[in-house]
């Protein structure tokens, strides 16, 4: 299948979904929705890095809160709508993740874990002290409640929702146009065997600070409607744990060496999170992904996607 027509594929099924959304007249499967497709975009946008290129980023928080905070920053100044808002906390962490980049990717394994880990922990101390975005005490967003477009007036929630299923439909796609070109040919070989790939010739340093820049944009692109979603916007929750934690244990369920692993994951894990939210409490979210992380490395080491590709190959083999 090639780009266009996958692009068409993409664009259909999120159609689908908003119009699934919008018989459904619920608001809460707005909210929650959207934050399903937050995850997408983060597991995906992770992926890129950690699936592709093996380089597993424990920051990701860091570049969610720098798109969020992004959004904070402008609404001081001059309120922007949040589409512009996207494309500017996409330059701000797609500039800090090529800035990272340059500096930690020359460590390895454990070592570059470590040290994007040391950056979410710094962005966190720079923006509890700078009160201009609101320090430790945190910044109130105010948003409309409707919005109008030709006439017609929605929910301001529903219009968060239409752009962050637009933005996974478009980082979805970027990601599998990326994992069957050269650069996502150039990925596999750092993952697979990165020594014999710079012996072969092969630019290591340069397509890992595009992975860098890819993904630290995608996610910073996520983040930046983040305060106008919740409303108020504070450290902890910008730099919370479970946007850490969720970007990396879902691609790892769906399984890391293909597009489809992130988008499983995300749909798997974000909706159990969800279900919990609404029956038990949010308290048990993490624990959630715990147990299912646990238990998919020993059923399924390679996710979902390797467990199926796994059967398959078994099936066919004669």
């Given at each position: 299948?090639?780009?266009?027509?996958?692009?068409?594929?993409?664009?259909?099924?999120?159609?689908?979904?908003?119009?699934?959304?919008?018989?459904?007249?619920?608001?809460?499967?707005?909210?929650?929705?959207?934050?399903?497709?937050?995850?997408?975009?983060?597991?995906?946008?992770?992926?890129?890095?950690?699936?592709?290129?093996?380089?597993?980023?424990?920051?990701?928080?860091?570049?969610?809160?720098?798109?969020?905070?992004?959004?904070?920053?402008?609404?001081?100044?001059?309120?922007?709508?949040?589409?512009?808002?996207?494309?500017?906390?996409?330059?701000?962490?797609?500039?800090?993740?090529?800035g990272m980049g340059y500096l930690t990717l020359r460590l390895r394994g454990s070592?570059?874990?470590?040290?994007?880990?040391?950056?979410?922990?710094?962005?966190?101390?720079?923006?509890?002290?700078?009160?201009?975005?609101?320090?430790?005490?945190?910044?109130?967003?105010?948003?409309?409640?409707?919005?109008?477009?030709?006439?017609?007036?929605?929910?301001?929630?529903?219009?968060?929702?239409?752009?962050?299923?637009?933005?996974?439909?478009?980082?979805?796609?970027?990601?599998?146009?990326?994992?069957?070109?050269?650069?996502?040919?150039?990925?596999?070989?750092?993952?697979?065997?990165?020594?014999?790939?710079?012996?072969?010739?092969?630019?290591?340093?340069?397509?890992?600070?595009?992975?860098?820049?890819?993904?630290?944009?995608?996610?910073?692109?996520?983040?930046?409607?983040?305060?106008?979603?919740?409303?108020?916007?504070?450290?902890?929750?910008?730099?919370?744990?479970?946007?850490?934690?969720?970007?990396?244990?879902?691609?790892?369920?769906?399984?890391?060496?293909?597009?489809?692993?992130?988008?499983?994951?995300?749909?798997?894990?974000?909706?159990?999170?969800?279900?919990?939210?609404?029956?038990?409490?949010?308290?048990?979210?993490?624990?959630?992904?715990?147990?299912?992380?646990?238990?998919?490395?020993?059923?399924?080491?390679?996710g979902l996607i390797g467990l199926v590709q796994a059967r398959l190959r078994a099936?066919?083999?004669?």
């Open positions: 299948m090639n780009g266009v027509k996958f692009s068409c594929i993409a664009i259909a099924v999120g159609l689908v979904v908003l119009a699934f959304a919008h018989w459904l007249k619920l608001d809460y499967f707005y909210f929650a929705g959207y934050t399903i497709l937050q995850f997408i975009v983060l597991a995906t946008a992770w992926n890129i890095l950690g699936g592709y290129c093996g380089y597993v980023n424990f920051g990701s928080a860091a570049f969610f809160a720098l798109g969020a905070y992004s959004s904070v920053f402008m609404y001081k100044i001059i309120p922007l709508p949040v589409p512009v808002l996207m494309l500017i906390g996409a330059v701000v962490s797609g500039i800090v993740g090529l070592f570059f874990a470590i040290a994007t880990l040391a950056l979410a922990v710094v962005l966190q101390t720079l923006v509890v002290n700078w009160d201009f975005v609101g320090g430790s005490r945190g910044a109130y967003i105010i948003r409309p409640e409707t919005i109008e477009f030709g006439g017609f007036s929605i929910n301001y929630i529903e219009y968060l929702f239409v752009l962050m299923l637009g933005l996974a439909v478009i980082v979805l796609t970027i990601a599998r146009t990326i994992e069957r070109s050269r650069l996502g040919f150039g990925f596999a070989t750092i993952r697979d065997d990165e020594m014999a790939a710079e012996a072969s010739g092969v630019p290591t340093l340069r397509l890992k600070l595009i992975a860098t820049t890819l993904s630290g944009a995608f996610m910073g692109m996520a983040g930046a409607p983040f305060p106008y979603y919740i409303g108020y916007l504070q450290p902890s929750s910008a730099f919370g744990l479970e946007y850490a934690v969720n970007s990396i244990a879902m691609p790892m369920i769906g399984g890391t060496t293909s597009w489809v692993g992130p988008l499983v994951g995300a749909v798997l894990l974000g909706s159990a999170q969800q279900y919990a939210t609404v029956t038990i409490s949010s308290a048990v979210n993490l624990l959630i992904v715990g147990l299912m992380l646990v238990g998919f490395v020993i059923i399924a080491p390679n099936w066919r083999r004669p």
